[in-house]
């Protein structure tokens, strides 16, 4: 059973930058597809960003296009999520999410991923 791990959340200004970390137990977490979903109070859970197993293809939600940046460690086996320019619009609970296989259609739908982590939460003042 896989098990996800994020790190690196907190308050922060706007303005400012955090980098979210991902890790797994289980099983290794390099040969997936990953994806960062973020949830704000009262709202849908909404896609963020998703990487290719090969890291060779991401992909973003315009809403951070530009301004957010994921990538691979394979010798660590980590996935990251660098945000940069925080909005208070950002401010939400932020999920890894893994998948093996998945469709090019599917990559923001979150119901086709098939491991979640805890969320860590982040914060951002204006």
């Known amino acids: 059973q896989v098990q996800l791990i994020e790190s690196g959340g907190g308050l922060v200004q706007a303005g400012g930058s955090l980098r979210l970390s991902c890790t797994a137990s289980?099983?290794?977490?390099?040969?997936?597809?990953a994806g960062w979903f973020r949830q704000a109070p009262g709202k849908e859970r909404e896609f963020v960003a998703a990487?290719?197993?090969?890291?060779?293809?991401?992909y973003y939600a315009d809403s951070v296009k530009g301004r957010f940046d994921i990538s691979r460690d394979y010798a660590k086996d980590t996935v990251y999520l660098q945000m940069n320019i925080l909005k208070p619009q950002d401010t939400a609970v932020y999920y890894c999410?893994?998948?093996?296989?998945?469709?090019?259609?599917?990559?923001?739908?979150?119901?086709?991923?098939?491991?979640w982590g805890q969320g860590t939460p982040v914060t951002v003042s204006s």
């Open positions: 999410a893994g998948v093996s296989q998945i469709r090019a259609d599917d990559i923001g739908t979150a119901r086709r991923y098939d491991y």
């Open positions: 990487i290719a197993w090969s890291g060779d293809l991401t």
């Open positions: 289980g099983r290794a977490l390099r040969n997936y597809v």
